[in-house]
């Protein structure tokens, strides 16, 4: 319980930073995270699928090669198919995206805003706050049935605020 209640309260302080949106994938396991969480407008996220831009997004390619945080703009190069380009389009015309790696687990996040890029203190805070996202869903098998599937509600929750 403790645990989904400092969840909870983390994420409302990312959303807090990343003014436009986020998406957070935790604990990916081949292509499937364990925890999704995405704030990002339905617009966006319907776009976002129905083209499958998943498979070509600079943002997400990083995510699973690097860890720590770059922004978006330092990726336009490896933005062959204009997926930033396309996301400015929605209202996401600036972002960041960190990487986690802890035991072989890999997490990402990613970050946007409209109005500005992110400074260096809420990059910082936002790596600090992937860290600790990714440690409290570690380990499924310590958490509780109910605590897990508190969680998943909140996923779902957060993937259609």
């Given amino acids: 319980m403790a645990n989904q ?5 983390l994420l409302e302080e990312v959303q807090k930073i990343a003014t436009a949106g986020f998406a957070l994938a935790f604990h990916v396991r081949f292509t499937t995270p364990t ?6 407008s339905k617009e966006w996220l319907d776009h976002y699928s129905q083209n499958g831009l998943v498979m070509s997004d600079p943002t997400v390619a990083w995510g699973f090669e690097n860890t720590g945080a770059i922004k978006w ?9 204009n997926v930033l380009t396309k996301a ?6 600036y972002g960041t995206v960190c990487g986690v790696e802890v ?3 890999r997490s990402l996040g990613s970050f946007a805003r409209a109005d500005r890029e992110f400074d260096a203190a809420e990059t910082a805070t936002l790596v600090e706050m992937m860290g600790t996202l990714h440690a409290l869903t570690a380990d499924l ?3 509780s049935p109910e605590t ?5 509600t909140m996923s779902v929750q957060f993937t259609h605020s």
């Fill in 35 to 40: 925890f999704l969480f995405q704030t990002y």
């Fill in 148 to 152: 897990s599937a508190a969680l998943r």
């Fill in 88 to 93: 400015a389009e929605f209202g996401l015309k």
């Fill in 103 to 105: 035991d072989e687990s």
């Fill in 5 to 9: 209640l400092e969840i909870r309260r």
């Fill in 73 to 81: 703009s330092a990726l336009t190069e490896q933005d062959s198919m």
């Fill in 141 to 143: 098998k310590t958490i």
